[in-house]
């Protein structure tokens, strides 16, 4: 499900050339009249449907629109657990700026993944605040967060630093097992994909990601 769901752009186009190779042959083969008509028909239909799907999902709905992920580690637990199946709004972030608590995806810093594969994380700062960690609470502009949603309170010190113009500041929700800002730095803005909307899999956790 994971490779289907992060098949390349490459490996996509390769599909859709040979389904319309198929489609082509399809047509000559039922001119020729070296299959019926009516199984040249249905066939033709079915890959004619197979095309358009594949067109819509991974050319225009995946890229700009919404895409599945799956979660690899704990560091967002307990609000994301290993092998949680989510979907992630890319299409919110063209008209409108990353908020407070949102969870987003992101492609991650060169520096920390050489094939920039990517990560999920909560926005715990925007551009011009100030955030700093100090004995087990996370401060933003010199006020504690309350965060329900954290594994347990961070046992390391951070900052104070400033966020600055487009960049972003984010951290796991486990909060001690997460690489994230506090130990990397500042996240570009124009590397976020999107944001972790829904859990859909396993049925067991679907549930609207808070």
Known sequence: MEWLANISIEWVIVL????AALRIGIVYLGRAQTIPEGAASSAGEFVESAL?????????????I??????????????????DHILVNK???????????????FKSPKE???????????????????????EGKTYRN????TEPYILEEPVYPFGPAKVPPGKLFVMGD????????????????????????????PLSRMRIIR
């Open 91 to 105: 299409f919110i972030y063209r008209f409108s700026e990353p908020k407070h608590g949102d969870v987003v995806v």
């Open 142 to 145: 010199g006020k504690p967060l």
């Open 52 to 64: 358009i799907a594949i067109v819509l999902v991974f050319l225009i709905i995946r890229p700009f």
């Open 174 to 201: 486990n909060r001690n097992n997460s690489n994230d800002s506090h130990e990397w730095g500042m996240l570009d803005r124009d590397r976020v994909l999107g944001k972790a909307m829904l859990i859909f899999w």
């Open 66 to 83: 919404v895409q599945a992920f799956y979660i690899p580690s704990g560091s967002m637990h307990p609000t994301l657990l290993e092998d």
């Open 112 to 134: 920390v993944s050489a094939d920039e594969k990517p990560f999920i994380k909560r926005l715990i700062g925007l551009p011009g605040d100030e955030i700093k960690v100090e």
């Open 16 to 19: 859709v050339l040979g389904l």
